[in-house]
Nanobody, 127 residues
Framework: VQLQAYGGGSVQVGGSLTLSCAASGFTFDHYVLAWFREAPGKEREGVSC????????YYADSVKGRFTISRDNANHMVYLQMDNLKPEDTAVYYC?????????????????????WGQGTQVTVSS
């Protein structure tokens, strides 16, 4: 299983970024996908997850209304569109995958719920 996240960068408050994660080595449309982030000195936290069909999508309260997760099963990609970025969004962002071949799922934003992780991509939001 390989997950390759990219698209991070430095933006000003209120700006936007889109993170991408390319997946390979597993049956992509059988896996829940998620984005996590880890800020300096803080624990890794779940940002958003999406079920295999996209029927179930969840967000952390801190990003609801600003971030949008999506997936492209044909191309084995998952995205995180981040709008209206705030300084507190500064973190290393990780994509993660777990085998849950269900169209609908309950909220799944716990670190321990995911077996497969990509390397992180840094997002820095400055005022």
């Amino acid at each position: 299983v390989q997950l390759q996240a990219y698209g991070g960068g430095s933006v000003q408050v209120g700006g936007s970024l889109t993170l991408s994660c390319a997946a390979s080595g597993f049956t992509f449309d059988h896996y829940v996908l998620a984005w996590f982030r880890e800020a300096p000195g803080k624990e890794r936290e779940g940002v958003s997850c999406i079920s295999v069909s996209g029927d179930s999508i969840y967000y952390a309260d801190s990003v609801k209304g600003r971030f949008t997760i999506s997936r492209d099963n044909a191309n084995h990609m998952v995205y995180l569109q981040m709008d209206n970025l705030k300084p507190e969004d500064t973190a290393v962002y990780y994509c993660a995958a777990d085998f849950v071949p269900l169209a609908t799922i309950t909220k799944r934003l716990g670190v321990r719920q995911y077996d497969h992780w990509g390397q992180g991509t840094q997002v820095t939001v400055s005022s």
